[in-house]
């Protein structure tokens, strides 16, 4: 007599377990939206995205190089610097940028570097003064290094001052906060040693890029440049 | 239920993430982002707000989907509804704040894997009408800026010597630097979450006195 209330419960819990399709098609519909949401977020905002890190460069340009007020850009055309046509613009190849101040005298050239740091490749500029051998001006443009340590390659002013007037001759060298004596070490910050590392190693990489191909532009164009005070 | 009693649930789910059941401090939730990036008090409120948004976002629609998310897929169905805000959030911010972007760059991804906003979801979301998950969320929210605030600040006071960026003590201070590193996360956590248990403890005792004062008095 007592078996009965316990046969009966047993269809209801089985009529309350749902099929593996409908899961499926929960599963597949939430994907489904998801990617259609995803897809038409990142193709609305990829032009904005675009046009503002374009933007950012053009900014940034001017502020590695104090006094700048014009630039050209300029790719690698056989191993020789040349200006970049202005209607095959476009990111694609690697460029460079030299300034020249308000009476036209060149100021120098900012060059992109990047380099994988503590997370994810850092991408900076720098600004370069040709014949002085000395990089005159330093920009993050992107990075994802740990906020409130890595992130102090761009946020500590201390850091971004040792490239103010940094000698490039011999070669770029990393010390500790203090120890800079010579013209050409840089001052590495305390708790984001591989960050400010990455720095360097980006400028001395791209240093070495491009170094040959801006002195034998000076040289041939006879650039005399911009006395700094 | 009546007007006064709903208005009253409304207010007790609104409030309960503030003190009783704050995520930090209480449920001990969410510790990937709250050690990671509060070594500032900005970095901590900036943290928060993008939370709040995504967690508000995500309980309303969880909310109002909860009838047909069979419960075996549930987990699967919230993590992908979290992801797409968090996404969109990010791609927004990258197009619209390029700013503010550049700030949070590394936080925004964290979002995903913070269980407070899971939690509230399975806990509160899945169960609950919309109204009632959005007030849920939002006091869970508030909850958890607190606490990161609190966190970011005391970190930042101790382990860089300034206070949103404003130097306090001048160049004489020698930071600790540890507080601004990992360690000093869980140190600091440790001891709030000392002091917070501490604190209960005491009014629990408190209560109780007062209880048996009023049982003597009536007795």
Known sequence: MNNQPVHTEIPIVSSAEPSSLRLIMTLGIAGFFSGLILVSAYVFTLPLIERNKEEALQAAIYRVLPGCSRYDAMILKNGELVKQDKNAAGQSVSRIFLGYSDSGSVIGFAIPASEPGFADVIRLLYGFEGTGKVIVGFEVLDSKETPGLGDRIFKDKHFVSNFTALAVEPELEAVKTGAKVKPNQVETITGATISSKAVIRALQKSLKEWRSAIDAYVQKNQLTYNQRP | ?219
């Open chain 2, 1 to 219: 239920m009546n007007a006064i009693e709903q208005s009253g649930r409304a207010y007790q789910e609104l409030i309960k993430g503030i003190w009783k059941e704050n995520p930090i401090f209480v449920s001990v939730l969410g510790m990937c982002p709250t050690l990671a990036v509060t070594n500032s008090a900005i970095n901590g409120l900036a943290m928060g707000l993008a939370t709040t948004f995504v967690l508000i976002g995500s309980s309303l629609l969880v909310s109002l989907m909860r009838k047909w998310i069979p419960k075996q897929v549930r987990i699967t169905t919230y993590i992908v509804i979290i992801a797409t805000f968090v996404s969109t959030v990010d791609l927004t911010l990258e197009a619209f704040f390029p700013k503010i972007h550049k700030e949070l760059g590394a936080f925004i991804a964290l979002i995903v894997v913070n269980c407070v906003i899971l939690g509230r979801q399975e806990a509160f979301a899945s169960k609950n009408p919309p109204w009632l998950s959005f007030l849920d969320a939002l006091g869970m929210s508030v909850g958890f800026i607190i606490a990161l605030l609190m966190l970011g600040g005391i970190r930042e006071i101790l382990g860089n010597g300034s206070f949103f960026d404003i130097s306090l003590f001048g160049s004489h201070f020698e930071p600790w630097v540890i507080m601004i590193l990992p360690p000093g996360g869980f140190l600091l956590l440790g001891f709030l979450l000392l002091f917070f248990n501490w604190l209960r403890a005491v009014r629990l005792d408190r209560a109780k006195l007062e209880a048996e004062k009023v049982k003597v008095q009536h007795g």
